[in-house]
């Protein structure tokens, strides 16, 4: 039986996340990124960060899309670890609702919203 859920023709889907990579619809990416149903945009502000190191300027891409989506999905990295609360208040006096996740768990919980047509927007580190 394919379990595969159907995606319309155009979406973004993530196919696999492995040592830092990224295979999103079929393009590689060695980079931190946020995915939307319509695109994959290059999240340099987060680049060669891990969670610790980010600040409330990094979401600055984030905050930008956000009011276009109901969930933002972080994928922190390899393992599941928090944002500072300066940077969760940050985010939810901007509107962004966010779900921090592990970033395998990110790249899962994205496609299942994204196919059920819900308005998603998902940040994701490499390990």
């Known amino acids: 039986m394919d379990v595969t859920p159907l ?3 155009g979406k973004k889907i993530i ?6 990579r990224f295979k999103i619809s079929g393009e590689s990416f060695e ?3 946020v995915v939307i149903p319509d695109d994959v945009i290059l999240w340099n502000a987060a680049s060669d960060k891990g969670i610790t190191d980010l600040q409330a300027d ?3 891409e984030i905050i930008k899309y956000a009011k ?15 944002l500072s609360p300066e940077i969760i ?3 939810r006096q901007s509107g962004v609702n966010v779900d921090v996740m592990d970033t395998g768990a990110a790249c899962r919980t994205y496609n299942v919203l994204m196919a059920e ?6 940040g994701l580190l490499p390990a």
């Open 58 to 60: 990094d979401f600055s």
């Open 89 to 91: 208040i940050h985010l």
């Open 31 to 33: 980079h931190a990124v």
């Open 15 to 20: 196919q696999s996340y492995s040592g830092g």
């Open 117 to 122: 047509g819900r308005r998603v927007l998902c």
């Open 68 to 82: 276009d989506y109901d969930v933002f999905l972080f994928g922190c990295g390899a393992k599941m670890a928090f």
């Open 7 to 9: 995606v319309k023709k």
